[in-house]
């Protein structure tokens, strides 16, 4: 830090030297000769050009170009903070390569962290869509309850997170991409498939039932919207195999809506309507509080929330 003549902090170096764009004219005019060529090289007018001149010399105190019908020249003292400029642009576009590299490095790949539904039935269709935009994007995909997910982007092991819980969890930021509800199902010869009256909130929370894992997003939503844990008949770790489960008779199931349509469609199982119960969850996208997406990530957030 500087400090003036009393010794308290003086103006920043930002405040002394003169910006790039104002070192890049001063080059350009001793490369070429005039200001009006070096205005037209910089895609600037020479009246702009003049005014940039004047303010650095201003700023230096010291007059940087002689001004002729012939051209422009730079004066002694010009032709120094040239050199210095040289120095400087030169460390500039160092630094530019530099990020470039940082952000060619960051694009080239993706680490996705999803919970299982979200994971099996929405990312692929938006992960198309990502590789129509960034082909030489590689992406990495790992798929977890929302506890998991979590503990994957706090770990920096992922870039970005999606999640079905009811909150968002502690240390991420986030935002909601879609709506889902949760449809109790069973087989068709399961009694609750001949019912007509709505099923009852007590019966459900009475009833064994084919359950996520805990942890997992449709656990923590159908625990709450029962008041209370939900009794397992069995817990297993994939939409999949629960549904599977559920069509085979083993018992009710509770699933995800955007899980369901090929069985329902097909009648392999049979949606069970309740009364007095809210099983509706927001799905979220998740990263790391205070680090908002960027790159490849920033463009999957854009296309989940369609673009």
Do not use: C
């Amino acid at each position: 830090m500087s400090t003036g003549a009393e010794g308290r902090p003086g103006p920043g170096i930002a405040h002394r030297v003169p910006d790039l764009g104002a070192l890049e004219l001063l080059l350009a005019v001793a490369r070429l000769g005039s200001l009006g060529r070096a205005a037209r090289e910089l895609g600037i007018t020479q009246p702009a050009a003049s005014s940039r001149i004047r303010s650095m010399e201003r700023q230096l105190g010291v007059a940087l170009v002689d001004r002729s019908p012939r051209g422009s020249r730079l004066t002694h003292e010009g032709a120094l903070v040239a050199d210095w400029a040289r120095r400087v642009v030169d460390a500039a576009e160092a630094f530019d390569a530099g990020a470039q590299a940082l952000r060619d490095r960051r694009d080239s790949r993706l680490r996705v962290a999803a919970s299982m539904t979200i994971a099996e039935y929405l990312l692929p269709g938006w992960l198309i869509a990502l590789r129509a935009q960034r082909p030489d994007t590689a992406v990495s995909l790992r798929a977890g309850n929302s506890a998991a997910v979590a503990e994957r982007l706090l770990d920096g092991e992922a870039d970005l997170g999606f999640v079905e819980g009811l909150r968002v969890p502690a240390g991420l930021d986030a935002t909601v991409i879609a709506r889902d509800r949760l449809i109790v199902v069973t087989a068709p010869g399961h009694p609750w498939a001949r019912r007509r009256a709505p099923l009852a909130a007590a019966e459900l929370a009475d009833t064994p039932l084919i359950l996520r894992e805990e942890g997992s997003g449709t656990r923590q939503v159908l625990d709450a919207a029962l008041g209370g844990p939900a009794r397992p008949l069995m817990e297993l770790s994939s939409t999949t195999a629960v549904k599977a489960a559920a069509v085979s008779g083993a018992g009710p199931a509770v699933l995800s809506e955007l899980a369901l349509g090929e069985e329902l469609s097909a009648r392999r199982l049979v949606s069970v309507p309740v009364a007095d119960v809210r099983l509706a969850r927001d799905l979220r996208a998740v990263w790391p509080t205070g680090h908002r997406p960027t790159g490849p990530a920033r463009d999957l957030l854009s296309l989940t929330r369609g673009g």
